[in-house]
């Protein structure tokens, strides 16, 4: 059984950093994309950052040069390091994979969702 456990969210303030992880497991494909999305209240989900099995990365504008997306292949976990936050990125931050794929960035059809985990930025 394919399972996504995110954690890390809390609550900081803007220019605060936080690193948020993804703990997976069950994976029956070597070739995999995981990506990081968030939403926040009344908009809609959207991509932030993404690693695929192959080493391939991507971020998005609002995040590059801020978010780092790492894997530790040995832990099983992918992590996402977010320095200089602000306000903006208040969000639910949630984990998706998409399996059979090896490139990013991916889009909102992922195959297995983790539980969201808050980020809230403070001014």
């Known amino acids: 059984e394919v399972q996504l456990q995110a954690s890390g969210g809390g609550l900081v303030q803007a220019g605060g950093s936080l690193r948020l992880s993804c703990a997976f497991s069950?994976?029956?494909?070597?070739?995999?994309?995981i990506g990081w999305f968030r939403q926040a209240p009344g908009k809609e989900r959207e991509g932030v950052s993404c690693i695929s099995s192959d080493g391939d990365t991507s971020s998005s504008d609002s995040v590059k040069g801020r978010f780092t997306i790492s894997t530790n292949r040995a832990k099983n976990t992918v992590y996402l390091r977010m320095n200089s936050l602000k306000p903006e990125d208040t969000a639910v931050y949630y984990c998706g994979v998409l399996m059979r794929w090896s490139s990013c960035p991916v889009g909102l059809g992922m195959d297995y969702w983790g539980q969201g985990t808050q980020v809230t930025v403070s001014s």
């Open positions: 069950g994976f029956t494909d070597d070739h995999y994309a």
